[in-house]
């Protein structure tokens, strides 16, 4: 992952410890405060939601502790690699788009950042400027020439 993908992994696992968890705690307490709760609906979904954020806090722990941080400021613009920001043309539309190539868990396809595992990003992997390129994407294969490769 980008070292911004691991700040905000940090963020997310200290909101959870010292926000959520506190909170859902505050939440069970007064839940069980209404009596029986074998019958007490809001005490159910309190330690269900407690439940998901113990388990979100683990798994944000492991990512944590197995990352492979790679800042790719400071590469040339000679190939795509991880970290890429690359501008493109798709060549049967026109349109140019811009993406960077980021973790799994940094991605998101409406901020222009995709998944070294996708499709998209495995196929443009390796490339040189000015190289054309298939891809396969939902609405099938699409020829898309790499106009430029940066490294923010």
Sequence with gaps: MTPRGYK?????LKRLTSVERPKIV???EAARAHGDISENAEFH??????G????????VNDRLGRAQVIDPTGQNGDRV????VIEIEDL???ERLTWQIVGE???????GRISVTSPIARALLGKEPDSTVRIQ?????REVLVLEIRYE
């Design 52 to 59: 998901q954020i113990e388990a979100r806090i683990r798994q």
């Design 26 to 28: 505050k939440e069970i």
């Design 8 to 12: 905000l992994l940090q963020e997310e």
């Design 45 to 50: 979904a309190a330690k269900e939601h407690q």
């Design 92 to 94: 049967e539309s026109g």
């Design 105 to 111: 868990d940094e991605a998101d396809a409406k901020e």
């Design 81 to 84: 690699r991880f970290g890429a």
């Design 137 to 141: 994407v939902p609405r099938g294969q």
